[in-house]
């Protein structure tokens, strides 16, 4: 799962309902602090697709239980990597702020 891919996977599990293409690349343009128009995102979608990390739903995108134990240990690591034991910040903090949490793709998908 590339870090598109995980963004555009944590905007529909965040969602708790289908989505469709522009809302996710709105949500993530806002992220990533940059325009990111729909066909940018068709080839992950596809790619997601595939792997079963997403479905379609009614006319949008929802998150998968595959595709939470694919991001899953992504999210952990960035976790370990914003800590990386210098202790420069205190990561309960600012995963606070980044509204990011280790433990978030613990559980199973919520039923939509």
């Not at 969602?15 to 990111?36: H, L, M, N, S, T």
């Not at 952990?76 to 034991?85: A, K, N």
């Amino acid at each position: 799962m590339t870090v598109f891919e995980l963004a555009i996977f944590m905007c529909l599990y965040r969602a708790g309902q289908p989505r469709r293409v522009e809302d996710i690349c709105k949500v993530i343009g806002g992220w990533f602090e940059c325009v990111v128009d729909p066909p940018a995102a068709a080839a992950p979608i596809e790619h997601m697709l595939a792997n079963r990390w997403v479905a379609e739903k009614g006319h949008g995108l929802c998150a998968t239980e595959d595709g939470r134990r694919a991001a899953r240990p992504l999210m952990s690591g960035m976790v370990r990597m914003l800590d990386h034991g210098t202790r420069l910040i205190d990561v309960a903090l600012m995963m606070s702020v980044l509204r990011l949490s280790k433990g978030e793709l613990d559980h199973g998908i919520r039923d939509l």
